[in-house]
């Protein structure tokens, strides 16, 4: 694909004093902008170091030194002897990206949506409104579902996106069971990172019915905001979690 609109760093204005921004930095905003207006396509090869390099009027180094930052955060993946592509979700891939429950042996959770699924456009709350980054007036499409562990319900969620970056996702019922992929490839929206927050609660009595639980079980309460490739907040995402069975498992480094 030609790079005929990324200008080179000698034309591109830095918002910041190039001693704060080195100048792999300002590559990796020209590539990141690309990524978010589409330049490149999920799945899709980017041109070559040495093509970038001449495009945007840097040297080689510089271009992989930003390269290395997009495969460390996942935006672009490396494939041995074919080249760098633009980070694709694939179902599974996009179902386990944020998902950290496990068994308490360490054996993944696969998490599948029973029926009775919700879904309906509304307009946003203000704490919706100040979540989601959302200007008032603003609607949002509300998703409900019960999620399962092997058969048995262990998980609540509601999901929360904006209409405007999300206009007919209500009409695509049944949705699939992860929503990230749908996401990318149908919306162009590319959920890179999340914020999340987790606190102890217990079940209430609409958890109790719907996961099949006694009121005043211990439920881990998870809220998580998913951010697009270029800040946006994309969805915002509550779960309300029966861990009886299971363990939220992260790996710090």
């Not at 040495?50 to 996942?74: W, Y």
């Not at 029973?114 to 008032?136: C, D, H, I, N």
């Not at 270029?230 to 992260?250: F, H, K, P, Q």
Request: glycine share 6%; aromatic share 6%.
């Amino acid at each position: 694909m030609a790079l005929a609109t990324v200008p080179t760093m000698a034309s591109t204005p830095v918002e910041e004093s190039p001693h704060y921004r080195p100048l792999y930095r300002q590559v990796y905003d020209s590539l990141v902008r690309q990524i978010a207006e589409g330049a490149w396509r999920p799945g899709e090869a980017l041109p070559s170091e040495q093509a970038l390099a001449a495009r945007l009027g840097v040297s080689q180094g510089t271009v992989r030194k930003a390269l290395d930052t997009l495969a460390v955060e996942k935006l672009i993946e490396r494939r041995q002897g074919k080249g760098t592509y633009v980070a694709e979700h694939t179902a599974e891939r996009s179902l386990f990206r944020f998902f950290k429950l496990t068994l308490p042996d360490g054996t993944r959770a696969t998490p599948t949506t029973e029926e009775g699924e919700t879904v309906r456009r509304r307009a946003a709350r203000a704490p919706e409104l100040k979540r989601l980054g959302l200007a008032p007036g603003a609607s949002v499409v509300e998703i409900n579902r019960v999620r399962s562990i092997d058969g048995s319900p262990a998980i609540l969620e509601r999901i929360l996106l904006p209409v405007a970056l999300f206009p007919d996702i209500d009409k695509r019922i049944p949705l699939p069971n992860a929503l990230y992929a749908l996401y990318q490839r149908e919306y162009g929206q590319n959920i890179v990172a999340a914020e999340e927050e987790l606190h102890a609660d217990v079940a209430r009595r609409e958890d109790a019915k719907r996961l099949g639980v006694v009121v005043g079980t211990p439920l881990l309460h998870i809220e998580r905001v998913g951010i697009g490739v270029d800040g946006t907040r994309v969805e915002w995402r509550t779960s309300r979690c029966d861990t009886r069975r299971l363990v939220y498992a992260v790996t710090l480094s």
